[in-house]
């Protein structure tokens, strides 16, 4: 006894196997040995419905930084990056694209967080030297400036913007949510025992300070930072707007062009959640084609 | 050794405790016995943050209904209807409201899903008689048309729109989501054994066609129909959009007012957790306050 | 020989008669003469297309003040409030309201503009004193706090947080849009002639300043603050959003609740306009029904 | 004495002279001489910033069509156009490019409207043998199917349709909003005087009736209208929406990829002026670089 169409269809959208057939896009998570920290780190990647099929095409590729706690699959679990990306990628607003977010987080009490290299945990290092590349090779991902974007929030997004400052020949587009820009000195620890891990991380986003990087940029520095496209998105009622406004009025002082949003909401998943529907059409009109 | 304010704040945002310190909503499942149903049924419930606070204020109340192979517990967890609920009160653009989600779905081979009566469960009656009268008094909430709305995706689309259609008495607003209008004659399912949960969901949902109510509707029905809030919200890739067309022509057919838009999607979470968005300030404009 | 119906409805939708039938809002300017000023004043005011109708019923009233250079028309001739007055109250999402625009523009070099009172021209006076009960009266508009908001644009987002800082038992809510927060010291005219316009508007606006006002206010005037619903909206490529941030950074100072958005764009209408679409939601949210 | 920097900044802003100083976008309205027609047409243009700086850049190119009793300045007077196009070219949501509205309408008692060919006014051939040739060599722009667009709304809704129908070769997208998809039968003028220019629009309507062309298209027409990018947006009030339904259905029938939205809103101004915030992006999608 045959079933009929509607009923299957039906059925098939309910489970979520369907509504396009066809290839999918898939996300998967694997594990890159460092040798720069000594360490397996795991990572997590979105990989473009045409990836399987089309397997000579090269994909442009979004690095998504998570934040401080986060892991390297919380953009996927906690904000569903893949459904708003395979969203837009439908609807053309969005272009096929290799999203990756590595992993620089956990419990800060126990493990490093962060982005920056620290002593004994050269976390940058190891980003650019073997991550970067072992990811735009492995996924046909990258491979040149103007096909490479950054992203983040929080931890990850003062991550993305202190990268793009200082890798603005890596990156042509940086989009920085709730961003953790820099902590001011009332913020800092004073005194913690050498191995402190948060106070480690909290040195590290001092030292990378986002906002005195563009303060104390000279001409050179300024040219180089302008050739970046810059978008800055926080909530109204983010404890980090003040750290954000500071860094906004330092890209106006030099003048370095900058998108600038403050749309309603905290410190939150749905923010970062919402936030990709104008950071994955932005990244992408930054791509050449 | 004092942690400074700024890491402090960070943490406990970091940790999701806060940006709002005091009272935060929250989300609750809990059972209630049906003699209708001669089972235990399970709910979920979202509380809003005064709720534990101002004890005898009484609350706006929405049953959101989930869709086939959905469960209580699927608004909460896939369209994270709580993030949206307290951002969007946070801000205003929503009442403070109880929502919650009963138990229609699980695996539909095994578990009878639907809103409707069928022989030997008889859901609907179950709703009215027990479910309602009990959510509002255990939770402060509803107690009146005004005060009461309707809201859900696919089955749960049509579960909203026939249960306001046939009760218009009991809710002031309804909110239908990617709905299932109806099935068509060659969905139907022509011979199955009389025990087939699929055949009698079916059957049910054909019972209680949507579109042929409104086609049929009298004058006197019409008028009480009118006295309802009507909101159709359907993507352009959902395989149920001729379904919702079908709906629509029959309200203007009827000089029955209804907000209707077609957004960019397909049957998916995403669609549904962004239609909450328009969904929660549109029931918060319907009630009475 | 009979026309079609399907061309007749083309062709009064083409000519703009109709779409819906029936009573339309209107937008109408007329003129007070104010004592105080010693002059006559235009205003420009839409009524809601029930407004003919419905001959006894009472309307929440929104005081639309313009910009420099700006008059009572601007409102509905530049920024076209009157279409999207129409279109949400239309959808339910704005009240039906009166809205008003008087005029306290023009050239500034030859007519005084400004919200505030100036040696000579007391506009504030005329407008508590004179201009706003007339309107309350001769269009059933307002007659209390909760039925009465406030907004503006640049200039006039001034005049809007100004009066609504000073009069907090006047208005329910008040929305500034690129606002004249304050000029600073370094914008300030230094020497002019005693009658030069435009030195009397700048100081007259360094004297209100709203920042200041938020910066010194005292318990007393911050619970005072608290009772009223505001809202900051400014682009980010506008040269007033320094400004509007430290009226921000004031408002979080003295924990003054603010929603503040930072939109896309500079100190154009097409920014006004589409702010509509967010402060007339807000508004009627305001109003007490 | 020397006026400070933040007053003139602010006077030049509030003239609207400026915020971005430097080269600006403009309008002109000018006139082609047709032969086919044997008469004037006047014309009115959008014309990029950069458009006098860099003299020797093309730019890409959209045909903007009025609708009926409209005009060439329609879309710049009523849907300031110009305004959205400045926005969203500057944020980088819209790429720089030539937009041009041809002139098609006026009172249609007595100017022949419309964009198809009829007895005696064979405005498509002037459209496409002389109009467009002449627009893309007089200003840099088009000059291949993947840098031409075309949208228009109501008439020029239908216009855009069945031009794109017709010559998929070239235009690479079409966005129709609100459109005369086609006239139904009993909207039909039953028997006219032969000259009646109503009479005569109906007819090259239904003639070319969007609907039809594509349920009666073969293979190789719907590959070719397959090689479009189609997006259609009508309002949930409007009118012609059945009409939009019906074409949406004939293209899902035909399997021929459409973008479809149902917004908020009646066939009027303002729903035009909104749906330039999807169009542009969406042309600009569209465009080969």
Redo the contacts between chains.
Sequence with gaps: ?K?????A???A????AA??WGPQSRVLTDTIHSSVLNADRPYTVYLPKSFDTDTTRTYPVLYLLH???GDNQGWFRDQ?AN??LD?LI????ADEMVVVSPHAGGN?AEEQNGYFNIPGWNYEDFFFAEFLPYIEKTYRAGGSRGRRAIAGL??GGGGTTSYAQRHPDTFCAAYAMSA?MD??Q???????SPGDK?ALL?RSVQQNSCVRYVAEADDTCRDALRTV?WYVDCG????LL?RN?EFI?AM?AARIPV????????????YW?TALYTCL??VS?AFT?
Excluded: W
């Design positions: 006894m079933r009929p169409v509607f009923i269809t039906f059925l959208a309910a489970l979520g509504a396009q934040g401080m706690y569903k459904e708003v969203r439908n609807s053309g607003e800060p929080s931890m953790l902590i001011p009332e913020g800092a620890v004073p005194s913690e948060i909290t496209r109204d009622d983010d404890f003040p406004i009025q106006h998108e600038f949003r403050v749309r309603d909401g905290g410190h939150d998943c749905e959640h059409p932005f009109r084609r």
